[in-house]
Structures are given as C-alpha cells and as structure tokens.
C-alpha cells in the first residue's frame, strides 16, 4: 500500500478508497426520520448522525458503523428527531473508546438540558458499552434535538458512537431528583461529581436504591480499599465523599460538612442518620463533624484513625511527625503556638461523651505495630474512654500490621457493621427475602462483568487452594498459546498470572473442586469417559476412572458435596435413551471420590430441550444446576432439585446473557490483534459458569462468543457470599 499527498488531498494507492479533503470530514449521509418506537423509545443510529467538522465522521464499515475518527474537540454531532409520546427518558450514549484513552469529557445536550459524562476506556475503539448520561424530560409533541459536543480531550481521540437512545422512565421515577455535575463509573456504579459550599462532593449511586435511602460518607482517602463500598452499593448504599483535604477535621471543615448534609437530606431525600468512615486522617473529620452532628449518625468505622492530633501529625507521643501536617493544624484550628495547639481539649479522644450518649456505635481496625498513627495513642484511648461512657466499640486487631495497607483482606465484618447500624429495618427486611447480598435495578443477585481475560478459552474454574486463588483452565487445541498442541489442563495463579505445570493431556471440559487439602479436577477423555485427577501441590497428580466410557458421549463435568458424599454432574448427547434431545444433565455419586456409582435414568435435567449443564452446588438440602439454555441465543440459567429428579427454575432467569459488558478488556496483557479480535467477534451466549467465594465475594468466570467454536475467557464479581448468592435466585415471596 502507498500513499501520496498532493494539493490537500489524501490519495490512496493499491486499495478501494472514499477521498475528501484532509481538512474536511466526509459529509454525513442523508438522515432518515428517526420515528420514536411503539415501545416509546427512539434509537438515534450513527448513520442519522449530522456532523459537524473536520476529522469525525461516520464510518460505514460492518464491525465499525460509528461516529469515529474524533480527535478534534472541536467536532461534534447532531440528531434531529419526533416526540410523540412525550415524558421523562434517560439518555444512553453507546461508546466505545481504546487502549489509553479513556477520560475525555463530553456535554450532551437535549432539548434545555445539559449533562456531562467522562469517557469510559473500553479497551478497543469498536467496543462498545452503554452509558447512561442523564434524564431530560420533553413536555409535548414535536421536534427535538440531541447533541454531543466535547469539552476536553483527554488522549488522541475522544471516542466513538454507534448510537443514543432515549428511553422511557417508568411513571415511579418520573420527577425524582438526578445528581448534577459530571457523570463517570465507579466499578460499575454511576459517579457524579459536582460541588456543595464551594467544595468538590462525588456521590456514587446504587444500582437500586434501599428502603430508607442509607449512605456512607468518608472523611478521606475515598476509593482506597474500595471492597466495603462496592459491597454497600450492591446493598442500595449511596456513598459520599467532600474534599477538603488540608482542613484535617477543622471547625471550618464542619461547616462544609454541614452544608453538604443539609444538601443531601434535604434535596436529594438521603438517610437523616449517615454511617461515617474514616481512615486514617479522616478520623479527624468523621469524629469531629459527629460530635457537633450526634444524632445523625449511625455509626462510625474508623480504620487506624488519627483521634488525636498531638499523636499525629504532631509527634508529640510516639506518632510519626510531619510538619508540613502540623502547620496545617495550626493554620486551620487557628493556634498561634505548639502549646495552645496542646491544650486542645476538643480532639476525638476528648470528646466522645457527646457520642457515647447518642448510642452511636464504633469500629475500630487497627495495626497493632502501627508507627504513623500508634493505636495506643488514638485507638486505644478511644476505646478505653468511651466504654467508661457506657459506649459500644469493637475492636480488630492486624496483628504486627502497620499503618498500611488499610482495611480488611475480606471486608465482611466492615460491611456487616456498617448494614447492621445504617441500613433501616425495611431495607433488611427487603434484603434478607432476596439472599441478603448485592441486587441490581431489577433485584436481582448483582453480577459484575469485569470483561475479557483472555481468548479462546472455555471451561475454566476459579477455586481456592491452600488460601491461595487460582483459575483451573482447559487449554483447547486450538487456544492461541497452546505450544503442547493437545488439549490439557492446567492452574494459574490469579494474582500474579503464574502457570504452573500442565497436566491430563488429552483431556477436556475440566472442572475443579478442593476438599480437605486435595485438589480434585475431573475431565472428560475422548468423550466417553470421565477421570479424577488428585494432588495436594498442583504439581504431583494422581489419576483414576470415574465413569467408564463404552455408554455416553460426555462433555462438561462438574462436582459438589452434599452432605457425606461427592456428586458428579456430567453432560452427554447419548444414548438418546437418557439423553433424549441433547445436551443433558446426568449424575453420580460416591462417598470417597474414587467409587461412582451411577444414579437412576431418572436423575436428569433436561431431555426435552437443549439444557447443557456447566456448574453444580449444594445448599441446604438443595441441588443447583446452572446450565446452558438455548434461549434468545444461549443463556446461563440455573434450577434447583431435592431429589436430582423434580427440578424449580429460578424465577429471575437467567443468570448471565449476552451484554456489552462481556467484550470489555480487564487483562491488559491483550494486544492490539487480540482486542480486534474481542471487538469484531459474534457475541450471541454465556456459558460455562463457575465461580468461588474469596475474600467475603464471588469470582466468577464465564465465557462468550458465538457457541460454535470461538468462545473467549470473562471474570465477573458478586460481591457477596456463595450462600446470599445462591439464595438470591430464589427469592421468597417469589
């Protein structure tokens, strides 16, 4: 391929190619009226696009049909468009954006409306995800307008469209008040960012929002050690953060605090009691603004909290001096010397009677070898005053932990204080008939998608061994890496991405399962047969049958332990006896994991349709299948059986179905190639399922693709435990 500019022109050599000056876009196509949907909603494509420029313009191509090539902020887009059924909707922009490029900033503007949203990195400019911007209400019948125009770019390019959307809001959420400032993602949930007394506020929103409206709000470092927070916003937690942040608790910034409650309580309806953390220097302001502010607050969860200035940053103990720090103290409580500042008697420590009268309860996690803040000095002081208040404190311990890292490796206890003390009794009530654990808008069990780690692989187990994580994987053939050139079975270690040894050559459709200290993975030879394979070090592997081939064609397997024996779920396509139409469940058991033992014909699921099974638990006298179905393409879905032969489908079906979400890059070893890949493929199924609870959450992996050979790896997250999970599928009441 050559390529020659002369006279302004690009003139492409040796290929098919549309030519238009280098200084001006192609002009857009003739739009097409864009009519509103009988289902009230109205799809503003791309090609309908009015473009305003020189670089952006519609790409027409299959794997692209976008607004691309927008590297002048200065470009932007129009759609013109009929109402006829007037009301509120939300906008929904489908961008996508690639490696390092993330971050730019873009104004939609709708009717008299104006929101803001920063550009998700999708990992690839042609994938593409969802991203709702704001809700507009149109009055009346007529002519409206939407258009994108950026404000700042923040790397080469500022995005690509494929289209918006505005979609009808149910009359219920019609008319409540929307967050203002910037919209981003903050693991997933909706971030605005907007100021309150002159001071930057971010509120991060759930999915669904509780009974009663609790919230969290942190005195500083928000977003480190994030697992609490995330697992609140499951639960219909708001979570807030002011920045002040060289005010260390200050009278002035109690004033900002306050205004910034008043605003949240009052326009936007939150919780009149607020659960309150504070790490680290936020002790001071979280302990500061409760005991001017007790009885609205919940409770406080303090992680190494400074409760004492003179520990730190004054060093006047045992603490670890920095004077930068200490001036600040002086500067913002207005000490004219290091003794007026000494003779402070209203830090923390000093001034717990306020709180210990309210009933507020404490947390306190603390390094128990802590040099920056010595618990002795803040934490122990707190605890010991405020129990001789009659107060309630509970008390963690790290024992030989310092002042870093914060927080818990399983956060459950944090959550667990947080939701027992902030969360109303109709928002327990609420949660507890759906499985106790995270929910998405429609209350259902909410799933994470992480996205894509990784290609052509399927089948794959995340387990815990030894209180280590790893992923068991089948390499396929024709994995992209594959240098054994057979299909096999191996581990990887899922923090530091180390493979060990391979093993079962041969081999497919593995599954994992560890109990008491021995690694189990079953796979299926030359479909017909299951073997065992054990080892205690993923290194040293012992084999043995499970099911003799001769009788079946086996395909994925699967093991759980329910009660004092192991079952074993396999899936066949013969003999048509027992399979009756493919692909079906069967099973068997043994009390050793060496000796199977068939189970009656009867114990299946299903011969009627195509029910491919992938993953088997065991809860409280109940089975739980999650199988493949094919359903609007091919859907993860989940029943549940006493008995292996009378089965109950989860009235929220399905688990897992084809989204945008799955083709997101959350490896960022994936090259460019392999992204391309990830963007052009057919995304038309979930499957394989399998998940471990790790840490107080769910890791879960799955596949996508187009269920006929290219299939690529997905993680995914619940977070909650493998119990709330379970029992959220099947909700009472339901």
């Not at 605090?257 to 979280?286: C, D, H, P, Q």
């Not at 060990?500 to 189990?520: I, K, N, Q, R, W």
Request: aromatic share 12%; glycine share 8%.
């Amino acid at each position: 391929m050559k390529f020659h500019l002369s006279l302004g022109w690009l003139i492409v050599v040796g290929v098919a190619a549309t030519l238009w000056p280098i200084n001006e876009a192609p002009a857009a196509p003739a739009a097409s009226p864009i009519v509103q949907e009988q289902s009230g909603i109205i799809t503003l494509a791309a090609s309908n696009a009015i473009t305003h420029g020189t670089k952006m313009h519609y790409e027409p191509e299959p794997h692209k049909n976008c607004l691309g090539y927008w590297v002048n902020p200065e470009d932007w887009a129009e759609w013109e468009f009929e109402v006829k059924k007037p009301g509120d909707f939300e906008l929904e922009v489908l961008q996508g954006c690639g490696q390092g490029q993330g971050g730019s900033v873009v104004d939609v503007e709708a009717g008299t409306e104006r929101f803001t949203f920063v550009v998700e990195e999708t990992g690839h400019f042609q994938i593409f995800l969802p991203r709702r911007v704001g809700r507009v209400h149109f009055s009346t019948q007529g002519a409206y307008k939407v258009a994108l125009k950026p404000q700042r770019k923040q790397a080469s390019a500022i995005m690509d469209i494929r289209q918006v959307r505005l979609l009808p809001v149910k009359a219920s959420q019609a008319g409540s008040p929307q967050f203002p400032g910037k919209r981003s993602l903050w693991f997933g949930f909706e971030r605005f960012d907007f100021e309150v007394d002159g001071k930057p506020v971010l509120v991060v929103a759930p999915k669904r929002v509780a009974p009663g409206n609790p919230w969290i709000w942190h005195g500083e470092f928000f977003g480190h050690k994030p697992n609490p927070d995330i697992a609140l916003l499951g639960r219909g937690f708001h979570v807030v953060y002011m920045s002040v942040p060289d005010m260390l608790g200050s009278p002035r910034a109690v004033e900002h605090w306050n205004a910034l409650y008043r605003e949240l309580t009052g326009r936007y309806g939150l919780a009149k009691k607020v659960g309150l953390v504070g790490l680290s220097r936020g002790g001071l302001y979280v302990y500061n603004w409760a005991t001017s502010n007790p009885e609205k607050v919940a409770c406080i969860y303090g992680d190494a909290p400074v409760c004492d200035f003179k520990s730190w940053p004054g060093a006047f103990g045992k603490g670890k001096r920095s004077e930068r720090d200490w001036e600040l103290v002086r500067e913002q409580y207005a000490f004219k010397s290091d003794e007026e500042a000494k003779a402070y008697s209203k830090n923390p420590v000093d001034n717990l009677r306020p709180l210990a009268k309210a009933k507020v309860p404490l947390l306190h996690v603390y390094g128990d070898a802590d040099e920056v803040v010595p618990w002795d000095e803040n934490t122990g002081v707190v605890a010991k005053r405020y129990r001789e208040l009659g107060g309630e404190i509970q008390l963690i311990a790290k024992p030989g932990g310092h002042h870093h890292p914060h927080g818990l490796d399983d956060s459950t206890p944090i959550v667990d204080f947080l939701w027992k003390h902030t969360a109303s009794t109709d928002a327990k009530m609420s949660l507890s008939k759906h499985g106790g654990g995270p929910l998405d808008a429609n209350e259902r069990p909410l799933i994470r998608k992480q996205g894509t780690i990784d290609l052509d692989l399927v089948e794959t187990t995340p387990v815990v061994f030894k209180d280590k994580l790893y992923r068991m994987e089948w390499v396929r053939d024709g994995y992209w890496n594959n240098q054994r050139k057979t299909n096999y079975f191996r581990f990887v270690d899922h923090e530091t991405g180390q493979t060990l040894p391979g093993f079962a050559d041969g081999h497919e459709f593995g599954s994992a399962f560890v109990d008491h200290g021995t690694m189990y993975v079953t796979g299926t030879k030359a479909r017909d047969s299951v073997n065992v394979f054990a080892s205690k070090d993923l290194t040293n592997w012992e084999t043995w049958p499970a099911i003799q081939p001769g009788r079946y064609g086996i395909f994925n397997t699967s093991v759980c332990k329910a009660d004092n024996e192991y079952v074993l779920m396999f899936e066949i396509d013969k003999p048509v006896e027992e399979a009756g139409r493919a692909f079906t469940a069967r099973f068997a058991k043994s009390p050793d994991m060496r000796s199977w033992k068939l189970t009656p014909p009867e114990c299946n699921y299903a011969k009627d349709r195509y029910t491919a099974p992938h993953c088997l638990r065991w809860l409280d006298g109940w089975f739980y299948d999650f199988y493949l179905e094919a359903y609007n393409g091919y859907e993860m879905r989940l029943v549940r059986s006493r008995d292996l032969i009378k089965w109950e489908p989860s009235p929220l079906n399905p688990i897992l179905q084809a989204s945008p979400e799955d083709k997101l890059i959350a490896n960022p070893k994936i090259n460019g190639d392999q992204r391309g890949r990830i963007a052009n493929a057919v995304n038309l199924n979930n499957s394989d399922i399998d998940f471990c609870q790790w840490q107080g959450r769910l890791m879960i992996n799955y596949s996508w693709g187009n269920q006929q050979g290219v299939e690529h790896l997905a993680e995914a997250q619940y977070d909650g435990t493998e119990t709330q999970f379970l029992k959220g599928w099947f909700p009472q009441g339901k």
